[in-house]
């Protein structure tokens, strides 16, 4: 039987996998409300980050009383810190999974992305919900290895947004300036919220091996394979 | 004389304000190297963010270090936790700083930004640099009216993004769709590092007044002055 402590260390990993659940559901409902045009499916993104933003405050006021409590050190300490860091990327992710569905809202009755760039968009939505769900397994598995898939799938989002781009720059884009603001803000928010699902992918592997790199590095990640796990 | 606890804690709060002079000064010098179109000043913001990171990376391990070793709880536990979050914004506003400093570098020698817009541009960098520095005021003074400043600041700066988007979606915009690409995302950065000094701000009014508002709320603040300070 686990003690109280533990329990308690337990339900904050349960809030932050949580968290990437819903947003990684938010983002590629977001995704469907744009390219369908689908007004009540974007209206629910935007009231269901409430949800998020709770269980963010929730985790928080877990964290602190934790700290208060029980006054973990050593690894136990660097895994609540590191879940507050975790939190905040997550309640952001929904942020952005939430602008996505303004810009739905905002274009509606039309699709802010114009047919050209659907299949590009869908890709980047279909990726960021991807690198989320994979985010979410490496806080309940702690595996490093599937943490360094998720660096491989950001480069992919990265690919798209610079594919995006070309399409924007292009001398026959024929879309207006209106559709040209709208698709280099989705590119952003797509961006930004696969950094945020990498970036907790990489705090688990710096709770894991010691190491928070810009990069994961795949030499830390069989060093540490080699070693007991730090759970 | 001050123990070596509370000398620690200062050491914290000191490192917390040296980052908002930094993020301040770059986010002044990207706009400059914008508007001037100077190469130089661009590059030098660009590898100054080195600093800014290396900075939350000694400020977070001193954090920990003193969570281990000293303990805190109530007051001064949300002091330490919460400057980790401090410490997060004033990085990301870093990164926000350098990303206005990569596109002029994109666009040298030509200026990013055309001439009926610098104007505006230029407020908004004003105004961004300033709020930054308003966040490193309340940092070191506690001062909550101060910190109501901020959203005012933060207000002014979302009528200029306003102001910028009206230009863009104005049938006489003439500069193409390079250019509107390049002042969406500008304006989007500045409005984002606005975010995070006013958040900054936000987080020192929780320390003092025990409420975190998505707003700081006025009436929080009379209620603040009236109680002995928390300090």
Request: aromatic fraction near 16%.
């Given at each position: 039987m686990r003690d109280a402590y533990h329990e308690e260390l337990d339900a904050i990993g349960d809030s932050l996998v949580e968290m990437a659940r819903l947003v990684g559901s938010a983002i590629g409902r977001a995704t469907t409300a744009m390219l369908d045009a689908d007004l009540k499916l974007a209206e629910s993104v935007i009231a269901n980050d409430d949800k998020v933003d709770e269980l963010q405050r929730d985790l928080e006021t877990k964290a602190i009383q934790l700290l208060a409590r029980q006054q973990p050190v050593a690894t136990d300490l660097r895994i609540v810190v590191t879940s507050l860091r975790m939190s905040a990327d997550l309640e952001r992710s929904g942020d952005l999974a939430q602008h996505v569905a303004k810009v739905a809202r905002l274009r509606f009755p039309d699709s802010a992305v114009p047919r050209d760039l659907h299949a590009t968009i869908l890709e980047m939505g279909q990726l960021a919900q991807r690198l989320m769900a994979k985010a979410a397994e490496v806080i309940i598995t702690k595996d490093v290895d599937l943490a360094l898939q998720l660096e491989a799938d950001d480069d992919k989002i990265d690919d798209l947004h610079r594919t995006l781009f070309q399409h924007l720059m292009?001398?026959?884009?024929?879309?207006g300036i209106e559709t040209a603001v709208d698709v280099t803000l989705l590119g952003r928010y797509y961006e930004r919220f696969a950094d945020h699902a990498v970036s907790v992918a990489r705090r688990v592997v710096y709770l894991v091996t010691g190491d928070y790199a810009d990069e994961i590095d795949p030499a830390a990640v069989v060093a540490a394979a080699e070693e007991p796990a730090a759970d």
């Open positions: 292009d001398d026959r884009w024929k879309h």
